[in-house]
């Protein structure tokens, strides 16, 4: 009785188990068959593909587009305008502004992209000018389209590539090689002709900042320049930069009896001897080593042998500086060691005086007031109440200091210029302590008129240079007139040591590889004594200026890659090095790109040869270099693309033959003997930088 009990509750059980299986199956069924019926209606809804679609390439998520003014936008150009070239107007398509990068995964299920693209006739200016635009079509790293470089009104060119098997495809704008000014290029009726999936648009890949540069050894490393000038019988200040644990000890040997070294600190002061040459060995000795190095001094009339190095305040801190910022930007520059490695000037720029007025630029009314007194002397702002000592505290580090001025009645901020006290302020400047002057051109056009001739341009700076020369102080002049009247060829001529080739390089940050082309074409003007100035490293946390407010500081766009090709670059040309970041957030990332002494070296090459720069049969790819002293070469491998690279340097491009040592600079390592060429996989935006040395 129990057991026949046990089966029938057995059979019961079995039964409502097998019931509620069959029924499980059935709702999940159904459930299923819901969410297909669901999903298939979304589908349709949206107009996606399943299988085989053709995707309109406005209907991406356009916000992943990077570019170089304002944003993509769909069926529009890109200040908002109907999509429109050469009176053609399109009502599909995508508005963007050179240089524009649209990025698309495939996942190699795509089989054709077709298309037309050209300027939008909106980026013509009233005089009748507008953009020029060059397009390309790259996929997976190969450029699979090419067009010809189109102005507005050119009609828009057709593309069609065949994607098959590729997995990224990139839709590049860039400027026709005038600039980025009007750029306004549109791709139209695109479409991607899917196998199947989807196309997605994707942001640039995301990079780790790792610091390449070794930390510094405890054991003594002198660095810096190995040569440098100064003017018989003005007064001589040299901190040795020394890397190395410390207390640290210093020795000079055959330094001129005018001058001497303070052994702890390493600062050479006194008064410069006459004319002519001295060599100097320069020892440093800690408790972990001992090294020497041989320091040329060069008595005469050339300053800057080698390329200035130091900080400037006016991307990080713009018109909200103040003497305390500075000042603190001095320790700093002792504190991280930057001034171990050659970092020398510590530089004020705009605001320090008083504006006359509050304007656009100058909102801060603590900054305006007398800009001179009853004799005509410059009245610093009340941020600055004691230049003399700004400059004295600098010089008690064994750095030197710098200031900023216009040759225009005021500056770009409407503080006071120069126009009118050229005499007086040089003479103001020198007995302030000052070592280094920025001349600016802001309002000087009212002087000089919308469009001076070659002698107006170079008169305010040939003014300013012979004062400056005639004080007993060594000044270094830097102009900043943007590159007017190419610059470059009578810099020098006005007794300027750098100046600027083009305008702020804020606005151009992600164009660096280009506008260091720009200055690798200007080498033959680059050397002892006069630097092309391609304006400032922009690296770490720097501001940024939009419209007439300046932006406080903040991480830099730049991509870790690109902040190294920034530092490789101007080491290479070689250009002026000054950091014009917030000192105060410097970190090790940063340091280590600003404080690699063998980078700097190259930078410091007495030689001070300009890099050349050979082309390389990928168009994206390059190489710059530059001849050093000791017989080497600093190789640059560079790759503007947007996909990661293998760059080759033969030893034919090099005119070189035979074994050579290859060193990567970066890393500081040794990376063996090559006979015939060297490789490396370089980033997307990236530099490599190698010195190569003959073995005997
Ligand atoms: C600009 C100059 C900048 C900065 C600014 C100050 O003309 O290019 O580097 O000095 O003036 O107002």
């Known amino acids: 009785m129990k057991t026949d009990k046990i089966i029938e509750i057995e059979f019961v059980r079995r039964m409502s188990f097998r019931v509620i299986r069959t029924l499980f199956f059935w709702i999940n069924n159904r459930v299923s068959m819901i969410r297909y019926i669901w999903l298939m209606t979304v589908l349709a809804v949206l107009n996606l593909p399943v299988r085989g679609e053709s995707v309109a390439l406005s209907s991406l998520d356009l916000t992943q587009i990077s570019q170089g003014w304002g944003q993509a936008k769909k069926n529009l150009s890109c200040t908002g305008g109907k999509l429109l070239i050469a009176g053609e107007e399109f009502e599909d398509g995508v508005g963007t502004h050179a240089y524009s990068v649209i990025r698309i995964d495939l996942d190699g299920r795509a089989d054709r992209f077709r298309a037309r693209c050209g300027v939008d006739d909106g980026s013509k200016n009233p005089q009748g000018k507008g953009g020029t635009v060059a397009f390309r079509v790259i996929g997976d790293g190969r450029t699979l389209w090419k067009g010809s470089v189109m102005s507005v009104g ?47 648009m994707v942001p640039p890949p995301q990079e780790q900042a790792i610091r390449l540069t070794p930390k510094p050894g405890p054991e003594p490393r002198i660095n810096g320049p190995k040569i440098y000038g100064a003017r018989p019988g003005n007064p001589f200040l040299y901190r040795v930069p020394c890397t190395g644990s410390h207390p640290m000890t210093f020795v000079a040997n055959g330094l001129p009896v005018s001058l001497r070294l303070d052994p702890d600190s390493g600062i050479i002061t006194g008064t410069t001897p006459a004319g002519g040459e001295y060599d100097v060995i320069l020892t440093a000795k800690n408790n972990a080593g001992q090294t020497q190095r041989a320091f040329k001094i060069v008595a005469g009339d050339t300053l800057a042998l080698t390329p200035p190095m130091g900080y400037n305040h006016w991307y990080a801190h713009f018109n909200r500086i103040k003497d305390a910022m500075m000042r603190q930007a001095a320790d700093i520059m002792i504190s991280s060691g930057m001034a171990d490695v050659g970092y020398q000037f510590v530089n004020v720029d705009d605001c320090w005086m008083n504006a006359a007025g509050v304007s656009r630029y100058m909102t801060d009314e603590t900054r305006v007031g007398p800009t001179r007194d009853e004799n005509g002397n410059i009245v610093p702002n009340r941020h600055f109440p004691d230049m003399k000592g700004l400059a004295d505290y600098i010089h008690a580090k064994g750095l030197k200091a710098g200031l900023y001025t216009s ?82 060829k009578w810099g020098r001529m006005v007794e300027g040591h750098s100046w600027r080739t083009s305008g702020d390089l804020g606005f151009e940050l992600n164009r660096i590889l280009d506008i260091a082309l720009k200055n690798a074409a200007l080498g033959p003007w680059n050397g002892p004594g006069g630097w092309n100035d391609p304006d400032y490293l922009q690296i770490g946390w720097i501001g940024a200026q939009q419209g007439q407010t300046f932006q406080p500081p903040h991480p830099c766009p730049l991509t870790p890659a690109e902040q190294y090709s920034f530092m490789s670059l101007w080491c290479l040309l070689p250009a002026p090095l000054f950091y014009s970041g917030d000192m105060t957030r410097l970190d090790d990332f940063t340091i280590g790109i600003l404080c690699n002494p063998e980078m700097i070296e190259v930078n410091q090459d007495a030689l001070g040869k300009a890099a050349r720069v050979v082309r390389l049969e990928e168009e994206d790819t390059f190489l710059m270099i530059k001849e050093l002293e000791d017989g080497s070469q600093a190789v640059g491998l560079c790759n503007r693309g947007e996909c990661e690279f293998q760059v080759t340097a033969t030893w034919s491009q090099l005119s070189i033959t035979g074994r050579q040592s290859v060193r990567d600079l970066w890393r500081q390592q040794d990376l063996g003997v090559f006979t015939k060429a060297f490789s490396t996989i370089v980033p997307r935006h990236g530099v490599a930088v190698m010195k190569i040395t003959p073995l005997q």
């Open 407 to 488: 040759p225009g009645v005021s500056t770009c901020t409407g503080c006071a210029g120069s126009y009118g006290h050229e005499v007086q302020d040089a003479q103001q400047f020198a007995r302030w302590g000052f070592d280094f002057l920025k001349y600016d051109w802001c309002s000087y056009s009212r002087v000089a008129g919308r469009d001076p001739d070659l002698d107006a341009m170079m008169t305010p700076y040939r003014l300013m240079g012979e004062e400056l020369k005639k004080q007993k102080r060594d000044i270094v002049l830097n102009l900043c007139q943007y590159g007017m009247g190419e610059v470059w």
């Open 154 to 200: 050119d009609r828009a060119q057709h593309v069609d590539v065949d994607l098959k098997e590729i997995r990224q495809l990139l839709l590049i704008a860039s400027d026709g090689g005038d600039g980025l000014n009007s750029d306004h290029a549109n791709w139209v009726e695109a479409r991607l002709e899917m196998a199947s999936g989807l196309p997605r």
